[in-house]
């Protein structure tokens, strides 16, 4: 299980925690943390960063163990794969689309809102 970078530090509206160097997830690909009790992959995918929800929204299957082509998260669990835009999932597939978060990267570091997230709790 990934640190959970906010450790009890009360949320604002804006609160941005850097979560990984930009090094490491430009070489890894793929990198999993947890922010403010949220579970999240990290992905980089031809020098654009995103932040998604760690579970499948179609089978909970561990997406931080998915591959990246072409702009899209697939699967490691059934080869469906998630939109890095907007979240949708490839056609045939009964899911709702992948939650993406806010994400930015400065001084080589990336950044996560805190702020915006919220415990899944309706898989």
């Not at 990198?31 to 579970?55: F, H, K, N, Q």
């Not at 082509?69 to 998630?82: I, M, Q, T, Y």
Request: charged content about 25%.
């Amino acid at each position: 299980m990934a640190e959970d970078w906010t450790g009890g530090v009360a949320r604002s509206q804006d609160q941005w925690f850097p979560v990984c160097s930009l090094p490491r997830l430009t070489a890894e690909g793929i990198v999993a943390v947890r922010v403010a009790g949220v579970d999240l992959a990290l992905i980089s995918d031809g020098g654009m960063v995103s932040a998604c929800e760690r579970a499948c929204p179609h089978e909970q299957a561990d997406l931080a163990c998915g591959r990246v082509v072409n702009g899209r998260l697939a699967c490691p669990r059934h080869d469906a794969s998630f939109s890095l835009i907007d979240g949708a999932i490839s056609d045939g597939w009964p899911s709702r689309p992948l939650r993406l978060y806010p994400v930015r990267v400065e001084r080589g570091e990336v950044l996560i809102n805190a702020a915006a997230l919220k415990p899944d709790r309706d898989n």
